[in-house]
């Protein structure tokens, strides 16, 4: 049993990953906010298998937060965003997919590179997702970089969240409670404010592409 | 009275702090002008006369410590009130009794709202004050005297509308900034890894002789930016004449001492190793300080400007004292060394005092006539004749003129000048005479100064026709003003009570006191070593003195009144003479300007002889000012430029920037 649980824990690790680089070649951003809505499930059936597996009951709570969190409420915020913004069909144009991805998979063995001493110390049943849960987080941040468009920055930024509390669950069970909790409710309102920069950043510029940021810049 | 047994005085002192924050407070709350200068102001000084008893009372007593329960969780506030703090207490209350009564008359005419923010800054600044000199820890000491120095920058900057007011302060907070990094580095090196920033644990921390030289410089370079000392005395001319009246004598009598007590409270109460050299330093620094204030104070035109020279000067000798001290602690003559250490205090003392009283002067001579130019006052005499002699009181006291006190502090200090040839070194036996030379020259040059600056405000006839409209000070400023002038003359004419009153301080710092050979031939009669080698008495000169004065007036009275008569003056060829042409502040330091030309940057503009509307400038600029603080001002601005290049306006790249921190901070973790 426990070993079963072990593989399936990294069975859904392998599919964050994953989802990971596919959020990071995806051009179309509402293709993007639904693959972040699938990592926030696939982050929640983890949590849950952890929370059984190791029999640590406020991990369901984790758990039920990241569902109606994650995968429901910012999902349907960023679709609402998107229809009110009108830029639902939007087509972002990345530089050069490959060379990005060749970037990703060398972050990732740096990652796993990493964690390999992190997880030789823990005993948890999760101790070798942990380079998993980095890598996914340094590739979030690679595509906030590689992003030029408000929307799916933020989305980066999100799932960069994502990759940090699968880190925290899989390190040591997860945050305590209070934490969680206080991280959530940051990331909720941090939603909300972002939302708001949006319109006032497009009735500025007329376009949410963040290039035209740079007239800001004092000379 | 079961109260009143356990009350120590540090209660009473921290009770006072406690009520100055609430008088703040309720100041900014009221913002009505009348309340705030008819309550709120004498209640601050009723606050300040009660700090200043328990301080009185706790010199020689035993040393109170406290913890506050206040501060971050784990590192509480310390308090302390041992002899050194306590007199330096004693200071700031008896001179802020009359600051504050002053300011109840001096802010009559502000409006409400910026008089209320005013109230509650002054208050402020009086309680950090008084916490400075209380802390324990270097936290509690670091938040005191940063809360000093924004308090005091926000009341330099009441008039924020002037341009040139905001630049003053400006440079104000910058040179304080740049010294409280010096002073936080210093205990820094202090704790000596103990990783516990409380005194105590610096008191018991035995540094190497390398890093207690290390904490000695970076201590006196920190505390040297807030009182003044060269090169970091730039802030004082600037910040000065920019603030109200009251704040300035609350600044340059109080608050530069406070970079004294810290000074002190390091060399020679934190730090056990003591080494020759560091007295010699600031020995050196303190003359050149108190030379190039006095010089500058003697070519200045504005009023304010100049007691801010003088101020530079004071802080000079005083600091000439600190060295003298160290210098005999380091050799281990610490009879010599508190002789030094008390004229040091003295001098402190007096200073708080006398600046205190000219500067509020000033204050009173600003709002009778608007004018600070020296250029165009004169003859207030006349019209002001109260604030006229409670002023000669001032002067005559910081020209160091017995009987008042700045006499005695700098006698005192020559005298220990003049006992110094037992040195175990033979260059300093013969640079220390040159020393006391450079001191003699400073005091007489303010004597100078002090001529210049009471003869061409009050004296001869007004430059201008405003001034005739000059009208006298009210009861508070009066009260004020009183108080700091008989603070002058008592200090002055009781000399051996002062003395016995800073034996504790000594005692404690140095294990020694003056105290008893002082008043070895009684307390009438002060004996700094010997009576055969120097005495002075105060009292018996005072009475001959004013023995003297009431006999002259009686001659002049009864021989020569008679035929007395007032005629016009010989004209010397010019049938229309005005006021303007007296002797000016200009033309009165001009001697002294033609002398020490090379060490000040004279700019003037000399009209033609047949300019129809003739007009002249002149003005003496601080030459440090090009030599010191334009050049690193440009390598910053050059520096600030290169790292302005960072700054793309992209966010990729500030992403790109964290990005590559955090993968360059995870690879060195692992």
Known sequence: MENFSGQLINLFAALLLLISFGMLSQRRVLSLINLFALQGLMLTISTVIVAYSSHQHHLYYSAALTLVLKVIILPWILHRLMRKLNVKWDIETLFNIPTTMLVGIALVVFAFNLAAPISMMGGAITKSTLGIAMASVLLSFLMMITR???VPQVIGFLAMENGLFFAATSATYGM???????????????????????????????????????????? | MIFASTLLPIDVTFGVIVYWLLLGLAGLLLQNTRAITQYIFPAGALGALILAAAALGSLGGAVNVAVLPLGLPDL????RLDALSAFFLLLLGAASIGISLYSAGYFRDMPGNTLGLLCF???????SMALVLMADDAYMFMVAWETMALSSYFLVTTDHKVPEIRQAGFIYLLVAHVGAIAILMCFGVMQGGHGDYTFATMRSAHLTEFWSSV?????LFGFGAKAGILPLHIWLPEAHPAAPSPVSALMSGIMLKTAIYGILRVSLDLLDAHIWWWGVLALTLGLITALFGVIFAAVQTDMKRLLAYSSIENIGIILVGIGLALTFHAFEKDALAALALTATLYHALNHAFMKGLLFIGTGSVLHATGERNLGKLGGLIHHMPKLALLMLVGA?????????????????LLQAFLLSPGLPHSYLNMLIPVAAAALVLASALSGYVMVKFYGVIFLGQPREKTLHEAHDIGIFERLGLTWLALGCILLGVFPVFVILLIDPVTQMLLGQTLGSTAAQTGWLLLTPIQPERASYSPLILFLIIVVGVIFTIFLVKKFYHGRLRR??????????????MQDTAEGFGQPIRQIFEPFLGVTRIVPSPFDKKPHYHGESRDRLWNLLYLPIARVTEKISVMVGKLQHGRIHVYLLY???????LLAFIR
Request: hydrophobic share 55%.
């Open chain 1, 148 to 150: 030029s468009k408000a």
């Open chain 2, 658 to 664: 964290s990005f590559v921190t955090l993968l360059a």
């Open chain 2, 215 to 219: 904490t000695f410089l970076l201590a």
């Open chain 1, 176 to 219: 305590p409670m209070v934490v969680e909790l206080g991280i959530a409710l940051d990331v909720l309102v941090g939603m909300f404010i972002l939302g708001i920069f949006f319109f006032q950043i497009r009735e500025t510029f007329d376009s949410l592409d963040l290039k035209h940021m740079e007239k800001l810049k004092e000379d």
């Open chain 2, 396 to 412: 005559l006291a910081i020209a160091g003129l017995p009987p008042l006190n700045g006499f005695v502090s700098e006698w005192l």
């Open chain 2, 567 to 580: 005629g016009p003056a010989w004209d010397c060829g010019f049938p229309e003479q005005t006021a303007r």
């Open chain 2, 76 to 79: 509480p506030f310390h308090l």
């Open chain 2, 121 to 127: 800054e002054y208050h402020v600044f009086l309680a």
